[in-house]
């Protein structure tokens, strides 16, 4: 069993200090009072089976591949879709436009 700070605790996890007092109270961690040089000092009391906090962080997930414009061509339904909204642009940039010649010259 090896104990360690509540804010060392927050900073390895990637989570504030009220979060891991909150997880003390509801019993979800084991939490220690000492009192070190005449201050309180909370700690949180792990057991080697607690995961992740050793201070080695979980790998990073493998990048998801994207579709590229060199890996084939883009499905029709997609491809109307993207038509479409080009459209749509198109005709609210001109009534933005309009919308803006209207407007009367600050003074």
Known sequence: MKKITVKEYARLN?????????KIQ???LQGVTLEENGMKV???????????VEG??????APQPTASKSEGPVPSDLAAEVARLREEVA???????????KRPEPL
């Open 42 to 52: 909370n700690y949180v009391v792990l057991d080697e089976a607690d995961g992740p």
């Open 14 to 22: 990637r989570v504030s200090v009220y979060q891991v007092i909150k």
């Open 56 to 61: 080695a962080e979980a790998p990073a997930p």
């Open 26 to 28: 509801r019993g979800e």
């Open 91 to 101: 005709a609210l940039r001109t009534l933005m436009e309009k919308c803006c010649a």
